[in-house]
């Protein structure tokens, strides 16, 4: 082969190989490293998409009720299990018709397109409502879930649907545990 071509070629292989580990590291900014749900950033582009071409949309945020006394009480180790567990309901709740994100601490936010086709929200609150176990002990977990429907604003944008979701979701923290409004 000519030493001509191959010298040519490197660059571009260069060039290759650190584009494909800037969109690996672009792929994993857009995702918190403990649950693998999408940060803030990632998921707002794709609920704004969503958020515009679906008129049945509904938005919600979701708060772990007294998880610092879950941390306090069974150690980090146990909180970051109740996280998960948390991430891994609210996906399963989302199913193929929403996606959910961390948006760090405890708190959690998700977009269904159709939300005539998950179980409701009294089921999500259900879900998260149930105990997980944690090196033998039952950590008891609650949440606070606030919801806005996209029909029910006068312009259909993704900030006044979490501004909404945000008003509904400590509305329900107001009337104690295990609300949802």
Same mark, same amino acid.
């Given at each position: 082969?000519?030493?001509?071509?191959?010298?040519?070629?490197?660059?571009?292989?260069?060039?290759?190989?650190?584009?494909?580990?800037?969109?690996?590291? $672009?792929?994993?900014? =857009?995702?918190?490293?403990?649950?693998? $749900?999408?940060? %803030?950033?990632?998921?707002?582009?794709?609920?704004?998409?969503?958020?515009?071409?679906?008129?049945?949309?509904?938005? $919600?945020?979701?708060?772990?009720?007294?998880?610092?006394?879950?941390?306090?009480?069974?150690?980090?180790?146990?909180?970051?299990?109740?996280?998960?567990?948390?991430?891994?309901? $609210?996906?399963?709740?989302?199913?193929?018709?929403?996606?959910?994100?961390?948006?760090?601490?405890?708190?959690?936010?998700?977009?269904?397109?159709?939300?005539?086709?998950?179980?409701?929200?009294?089921?999500?609150?259900?879900?998260?409502? %149930?105990?997980?176990?944690?090196?033998?002990?039952?950590?008891?977990?609650?949440?606070?879930?606030?919801?806005?429907? %996209?029909?029910?604003?006068?312009?259909?944008?993704?900030?006044?649907?979490?501004?909404?979701?945000?008003?509904?979701?400590?509305?329900?923290?107001?009337?104690?545990?295990?609300?949802? =409004?």
């Amino acid at each position: 082969m000519d030493t001509h071509v191959i010298a040519a070629g490197l660059p571009a292989l260069g060039w290759a190989l650190h584009g494909g580990l800037l969109l690996r590291r $672009l792929s994993t900014a =857009r995702r918190d490293p403990l649950t693998g $749900l999408h940060t %803030r950033a990632g998921w707002t582009a794709r609920a704004d998409h969503l958020m515009a071409k679906h008129p049945s949309a509904l938005v $919600l945020l979701v708060d772990l009720d007294a998880f610092k006394a879950i941390n306090d009480t069974f150690g980090h180790a146990a909180g970051d299990l109740v996280l998960t567990t948390t991430a891994h309901r $609210l996906t399963a709740w989302c199913g193929r018709h929403g996606i959910a994100a961390r948006l760090g601490g405890d708190e959690f936010v998700a977009i269904v397109t159709g939300a005539d086709r998950t179980p409701g929200l009294p089921a999500l609150r259900a879900a998260l409502d %149930r105990p997980v176990e944690h090196n033998g002990h039952t950590v008891a977990v609650s949440a606070s879930v606030g919801h806005c429907h %996209r029909s029910h604003l006068l312009v259909p944008a993704l900030t006044d649907a979490l501004s909404a979701a945000d008003l509904s979701m400590y509305a329900a923290k107001g009337h104690g545990r295990r609300n949802t =409004r």
